[in-house]
T-cell receptor, first 116, second 117 residues
Framework: EPEVTQTPSHQVTQMGQEVILRCVPI?????FYWYRQILGQKVEFLVS????????KSEIFDDQFSVERPDGSNFTLKIRSTKLEDSAMYFC??????????????FGPGTRLTVL | AQKVTQAQTEISVVEKEDVTLDCVYE???????LFWYKQPPSGELVFLIR??????QNEISGRYSWNFQKSTSSFNFTITASQVVDSAVYFC??????????????FGQGTRLTINP
């Protein structure tokens, strides 16, 4: 069964540093997403990406965030200058498998980001 | 605006009991999609079900069943004969019509379900 993978599983960084979270979506999927979950809270949408551009972004996704699909397989989330409040689990998801379940989003295992 | 409310923050039952997790949603769209995801202690999000707004048929999958009622904007989830392995946080989510095919999921706060042996 194909799956979404994310690296690293845990990233610790100092406030103000840049981080890049990496995701490899399922190979024939067309739509890609980032969500975050602050510890103990609900999962929140950050951004969706299709055809090499952002489809939609939330108000959380400010100028400090950017996404990229640099090589046709990886999908990255960059946080330029991390803040303490960026500490969260970041989930990548993909969807768009042709067929009946086209809109089912498959989630990766998450990257836990800790900003010190 | 879209909103999902899971009023039950935590539920604890004894194994083999039936348990229902409530989900109430708000949306202005006539076309929308409802989902349930399971988040076990390991942290990943596991897809359970997707329903579109035109399909009010209830669904059963093994011990799991879902009751979708548009009249009350609810999409409740029942686990029959619960097992310890069902212990997890369960999230209900809503998505409105896709933008260029991409669908933003709006999640509820989640219900932490503990099944005691």
């Amino acid at each position: 069964e194909p799956e979404v993978t994310q690296t690293p599983s845990h990233q610790v960084t100092q406030m103000g540093q840049e981080v890049i979270l990496r995701c490899v979506p399922i190979s024939n999927h067309l739509y890609f997403y980032w969500y975050r979950q602050i510890l103990g809270q609900k999962v929140e949408f950050l951004v969706s990406f299709y055809n090499n551009e952002i489809s939609e972004k939330s108000e959380i996704f400010d100028d400090q965030f950017s996404v990229e699909r640099p090589d046709g397989s990886n999908f990255t989330l960059k946080i330029r200058s991390t803040k303490l409040e960026d500490s969260a689990m970041y989930f990548c998801a993909s969807s768009g498998r042709p067929g009946l379940n086209r809109y089912e989003q498959f989630f990766g295992p998450g990257t836990r980001l800790t900003v010190l | 605006a879209q909103k999902v409310t899971q009023a039950q923050t935590e539920i604890s039952v004894v194994e083999k009991e039936d348990v229902t997790l409530d989900c109430v949603y708000e949306t202005r769209d006539t076309t929308y999609y409802l989902f349930w995801y399971k988040q076990p202690p390991s942290g990943e999000l596991v897809f359970l079900i997707r329903r579109n707004s035109f399909d009010e048929q209830n669904e059963i999958s093994g011990r799991y069943s879902w009751n979708f009622q548009k009249s009350t904007s609810s999409f409740n989830f029942t686990i029959t004969a619960s097992q310890v392995v069902d212990s997890a946080v369960y999230f209900c989510a809503l998505s409105e019509a896709p933008i260029q095919g991409a669908q933003k999921l709006v999640f509820g706060q989640g219900t932490r379900l503990t099944i005691n042996p």
